[in-house]
């Protein structure tokens, strides 16, 4: 896709660092429900990522405990260039600018020259298709503040999916979506798409777990980042209408688009709130959504 492209070449341009920056997990404070910075930082992303990790991982442990796994939290590291890894070819061409996981290092890999990307990039496409309007009436927000975006709190957000890998990983259904998505079949193809959304169910099911236990600030702006990242990372946003309503697709090819990934986030989001089990009711709701057999329980 031609802007996801641009995308990536600007960031490759502007990356400058050489190496990762590991995050140290920031214990939550005690002083209320944590939230992002809303100016983006190299300081306030930092502590943004630490905090969304500390709580994230807190809200997994017990989930884990349940399936009598160890939930050890994952390295969560931050870079500006794609750094060397395991699981990837850092030099090969330009795919890993986005954020990642590793299961090889148990690592999250979080791009901070693509954070800015998500909120204000939907932003604008909103602008462009007539929308933002009433994004901004529903907000009590102007335009310009919301072309600015949440750029902190739209990366917490493509960190809390990666972290759906983690949950994956670390509760062993990884493996069964890795065996069932062999070989070039139909099928398979479902399994690699039920594997991503029920990822995106995880990324809406601990935000929304976070915001009904207060571990995390909750607002309608908030609430709105989310939704715009996870629009932006379903990529084509073309015929969007107010409320983050998409077409449905006919197909879901590989992550899903705006519409698929925005279903499965919010389904996650409503499992989250009310305190439904967040690992299997995600990997039901992405095996009911693909047409596949869920994991065992
Ligand atoms: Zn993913």
Redesign the pocket.
Known sequence: MSRRSTLTLAIVLAAAALHPVAVAAAAPTAAGPAFCAPQRTPASFRSCIAAAAAAYTALWAPELAARGRSATPPTISIFTRVPLNPCFDATAGDFAVASF?CDKSVTVYVSAPASPYWTREYAREARRQGVLASDARRLHRSQARLLRGLPNQGAATELA??L??WVQYASGIDAYYYAKGQGPSRMADRYRSAF?LS?DCMAGWVQGRAAATGRWRDSPFISWAGLATMAELGGDLDRMKPGFRFPKETQIVA?GGAATRLTMYRNGLALGRRGADGINGCAGAAARFTGTLAPPA
Request: overall charge negative.
């Open positions: 996981w999916h990666e759906g890998h991503e990822a992550h």
